[in-house]
Each structure stands twice: as C-alpha cells, then as structure tokens.
C-alpha cells in the first residue's frame, strides 16, 4: 500500500520524538484519522471533549514537559475552537504545533461547508510560522519548519492540509528547481550577551546597596545562577507569576509573587530598592516596578523582542539566563553589609505569619484562604500545579510555597478561565510518574471544566501515578469579577451576571468512576486533602467557600493586610456575598482597580 500524505505527516512526528497529538476528530481530517488508524494510534491520539481543551491541553503539555506540544482539529469549528488554547501559548511563550484541516481544494472559494479563510483566521495567532500544504512536495518542509520555530520562537505555529491533500500518495521533494528540501531536528542553543555589556551590568550592580531582583519564567533553567546572584549581591528575589516555580520559596529572601495578586515583601522590595535585576521576565504593570529614577536597572532576555519595554532599564542583556548569569557572576562584587537582605527576609518572615493568620478567619462557611493554605504543607515535592482565573488564583499566588521540584503554571497573560483542568491533564501526559493538582473556581468549572473531567477518566489508566487533583472553590459566585465591580464601578454584585447556579462537582466526579469530596465546614479540610491525595485515582474536593472574603492587594499597608475578611465585613455583608451599597467606599480602599483576568503576565 502506498504512503499518504497524512501517512507522512504522522511518521514526520514520530521521527521529532511527539508522542501525543491532543485533538478532536472531524471529516476535515478522516484522512489523519485513518492514517492513526494505519500507524496503531502511534503518535497517540488524546481526544478531549472540545478542540479549545485540546489546545489547552497542547499547551499545558509544553508548559511541564518543556516539549513541542501538539493539536489538531478540523476544518472550520474545529479550527476556529482551538484559536483561545492557542492565544494562551502565544501570549505565554509556549511552543505548540496545531495541525489543522480544510475543505478541499476544489471546493475552496465556493462557499462549501465548513470553508473558512484560515489563514485570515490564524495570521495573528500562528504568526510566527503559517502555511497550507497544497503538495506533497512540501512535505516534510512545512511540518519541520512549524517544529523548529515553535521551539526556537516559543510561539505557536499552524499547518493547514486540506482534506484532499490528506489522501493524496506522497512524494518527496526532488532534487529539482523549486523544490525544498528539509532536515530532521534542532540543536539547543543558548545566546550570551558580549562582554562589554556584561562589564556595563556588572558596574550597575555593584554600586548599588539595596539589589532586588524579578524573575519570570525564563529563570527556570538558571536556579542554580540566580541564589548565587541573590547571595552575592545581598538582594531579594520577587517572582511573576509565571515564574513561581522557577526558585524555591524556602530561600529566606524569597519574598514570593508580584502584582495584583503578589505579597506584601514584593511590593516594599520594589518600592525601597536602588537596583532592579529582572530575570527572564516582562512584567508588564510598571507601577509595581520601582519609581522611575529611583533604581539603577538591568535586565536579561533571550528574546530581542521583549527586552528593554517594562521599565527605563540601564543595560540590556540579550541572553539565556543561565548561560548570562554564568559569565555575569565572577564579574560581581559580594555585599559585605546585609542589612537590606536581613530586612527583606523579616519581611517575608512577617507575611507568612499574615498569611497564616488571615487563612485562620473563621467565614461562611469556609475560608476560600484556608483552603489553600492548609494544602501548602500537604504539597508531595514533585506535584505539578495548575491554577484557574480567577479569585483562586489569588490564593495559589500566595498561600501555595514551592519547594523541591514542584512545578506550576497558569494563564499569565492572557489569563483565560478555563485552563486548569486541561493543563493538569497536558501535565499528566508530560510526567504520568508525578501527582496534578488543578485549582479551580466554580465558575471556569462549568464552563468547562465539568467536561473535561470526561477526559481524565478516559485516560487515568495510562498515569503510572494516577493522581490527578481536580480543587473547585464553590462559592456560587463569579467571585473575581464581582469584587472587582465592587472596586471600579460602586456595585455591590449584579446576580443576572455573577450568581452562578449550585452544581454537585463532587457527585459528578462519582458518577464517573473517580473519588468525588464534598466538604461543607471547615473542620472538613485537611482531611479532604489528605484523602484526595491517598486515593488511587482521579479525585474531586469540592470546597463551599465563602464569597465574601476580598483578595485585599499588595500595596495595602500591613496593618490593612492584618485586618481579618471578618473584621472587614462586620455589618455590611449578609453573608451570602451579597453586599450592600455602604460596603462600597470601604472596599475601595482595600482592593486594586483591575483583575486577574486581564493580566498576571511574567
């Protein structure tokens, strides 16, 4: 039998090592299908509930394994589904292929069904590599290309094969006149900056007396490089969000996340520092960033693209971080006086006690804080973390503490709801050997979370560790959303918007074949979360949490993030969430002006 086009495509893969496609099936791709069929479903084929979770799920993949994750989807819905997942890949820096189907060619400019212009379609999101393959001759150059430069882009990148094509016999390229050829593969490769601009940022850093560094995701690989950088330079470390697994939180001058949803410590060491380091990072809210003229700054990036925007930095190293810390490091001058290090770990040593004393607070009828700080110390040291949009991202930003080899991830920039159960999912596949936890509002849980759960039990079998954690916030409310109208725009809750309806996500979970929880009090807790994390399978704690406990910001006074949700609330909420008007000038003062969902970037 001869070897299709579609043939083709999926050796192309296996021989680039993918080992998952994670898709939805449709005619505009029946010719990939019966060649998976014809290939005994080699790379394996994950099916999701809907292609925007398959995304998703490509992109978590990538996110944890630091691998090409992979999607594919028909043609029209199918493509037009999975363009959300892929936004948050692109938004993200993540690398992710989407192989997707068209009508035929025949039929193109005829109006048929299911024609959609996909290249108009996917031009912004798929920027940085998108073709359609009309020969066979194009193969394997098209698909190689998309590969090598979503890894050497961090970006997504699309092929579209119209149905046709699919099933056409393939035939390499010849040695002819227009025709290209292509090779298997990429080097790693790691830029450094020159050594006069290391001498340039090596000057800026030793004058200064007061370091603070900001590391994002891009500081990942360089853990090592950046405590000795910490150390030698008596500075403290703040994290972007999508760098929160990127340094351990045990490091006494750690002072955790930055931002809306970042701690106390962070904002003083940006606001009292002299010098800012920012590591592998584009924090974009400049007004959690040193005063302009206040600080000396350098930065380093890998990418030339994103260096040099966030903030009037001094020296601009455009370089991988560990490659530049490595050659950055004999050039630094170690602080002999430690007085602001010693301060920024007090610091972080008065906020854990804050934390712990605010997840103290009785509610109604649980601490949605609680919640997540009495997870923190039952944490396996190699679990694999994702977090929703939303308020719950509040609590996983400050309440869960990395240490060992613990990775997280969410939505950093485009910051969508939806995403945590699917990157669990994507994060099992890329380490099926480590423990998933996903923390997830009841909101994003309905929309489509509950589904995807569909999925986890399909696929629990093939986890050598079959432990995927799926925590719902049930507070019955769009709980970030609601606070947020309550700061900008004076209204207590609109409930045609933001009530959301009771739905049982533990005896959903059941009815599945997983371990379903429901803990309604909050003697309940930590033995929820110890079962959920003894259980021999998939698992769902359901957690009734209180709305009216407020994510109070990072620049509110410490005596203001003393203050209890309880002390806060007395007298002005009914405790169903629903606040009345007088609450309004007192929650402006405790609550920043925009929300999780537009923006948590690293």
Request: hydrophobic letters at 40%; glycine letters at 8%; one cysteine or more.
């Amino acid at each position: 039998m001869s070897t299709k086009v579609a043939d083709h495509i999926l050796a192309r893969l296996r021989e680039w090592e993918v080992e998952y496609v994670f898709a939805y099936p449709g005619d505009g791709i029946n010719g990939l299908l019966a060649a998976w069929g014809r290939a005994e479903n080699r790379p394996r084929f994950i099916q999701s509930r809907h292609e925007e979770m398959s995304a998703f799920q490509a992109t978590g993949y990538a996110k944890f394994s630091g691998r090409v994750g992979v999607c594919a989807a028909t043609s029209g819905p199918g493509a037009i589904h999975l363009l959300n997942g892929l936004y948050d890949a692109k938004l993200d820096h993540v690398p992710v292929v989407a192989i997707v189907g068209q009508t035929n060619r025949s039929a193109m400019g005829g109006s048929y069904q299911q024609e959609v212009d996909l290249h108009a379609l996917y031009k912004d999101v798929a920027s940085a590599f998108l073709e359609t393959v009309n020969v066979p001759e194009q193969l394997p150059n098209v698909l190689d290309r998309a590969i090598r430069t979503a890894y050497a882009r961090r970006a997504p990148t699309a092929i579209i094969v119209p149905a046709d094509v699919q099933e056409l016999d393939y035939s390499p390229p010849t040695h002819d006149f227009k025709m290209v050829p292509s090779s298997l593969g990429v080097s790693d490769w790691a830029p450094v900056p020159d050594d006069n601009a290391l001498q340039r940022a090596a000057e800026v850093l030793n004058a200064g007396s007061k370091v603070a560094i900001l590391i994002g995701q891009g500081a990942a690989g360089a853990r090592a490089e950046v405590e000795q950088t910490a150390e030698t330079l008596g500075a403290g470390v703040a994290k972007a969000l999508l760098g929160k697994d990127a340094l351990s939180d045990e490091l006494p001058y750690v002072t955790g996340p930055i931002g809306l949803l970042g701690t106390r410590p962070s904002y003083e060491l940006m606001r009292d520092c002299d010098t800012l380091l920012t590591i592998g990072s584009s924090f974009p809210y400049t007004q959690f960033l040193p005063d302009f003229g206040q600080a000396r700054a350098v930065q380093i990036d890998i990418d030339p693209h994103m260096i040099g925007m966030r903030y009037p930095y001094e020296v601009n190293l455009i370089g991988d971080a560990r490659g530049t810390l490595t050659r950055l490091l004999p050039l630094l001058e170690r602080k002999k006086d430690r007085g602001w290090q010693d301060t920024v770990r007090a610091n972080a040593e008065r906020w854990a006690g804050v934390m712990e004393r605010r997840a103290e607070v009785s509610a109604d009828p649980i601490n949605p804080e609680y919640v997540a700080h009495a997870l923190d110390p039952q944490l396996p040291d190699d679990v694999m973390l994702s977090s929703d949009s939303g308020s719950v991202a509040n609590w996983y930003a400050r309440h869960l503490r990395m240490r060992g080899s613990m990775r997280a991830s969410l939505s950093g920039t485009l910051a969508t709801m939806g995403c945590g159960v699917p990157y669990a999912i994507g994060a099992k596949f890329a380490h099926p050997d480590r423990p998933a936890i996903a923390l997830v509002g009841d909101g994003a849980m309905q929309m489509n979370g509950l589904a995807e759960l569909i999925t986890v039990a399909k696929y629990a079998s093939l986890w050598e560790d079959p432990r995927l954690i799926v925590a719902v916030w049930n507070n019955h409310d769009l709980n970030q959303v609601t606070w947020e109208m309550r700061a900008m725009g004076g209204s207590p809750q609109f409930l045609p918007s933001q009530e959301l309806p009771d739905v049982g996500y533990a005896s959903f979970a059941r009815s599945l074949g997983l371990t379903g929880i429901r803990v309604e009090k909050p003697d309940g807790v930590e033995d929820a979360w110890r079962a959920a994390l003894a259980a021999d399978g998939p698992a769902v704690v359901e957690f009734l949490t209180d709305p009216a406990v407020p994510p109070i910001p990072p620049h509110a006074g410490w005596d203001q993030m003393e203050a209890t949700a309880a002390s806060i609330l007395k007298g002005d909420s009914d405790r169903t969430g629903m606040v009345k008007q007088g609450f309004k000038a007192k929650v402006q003062e405790f609550l920043p002006g925009a929300s999780h969902r537009r923006g948590t970037r690293t």
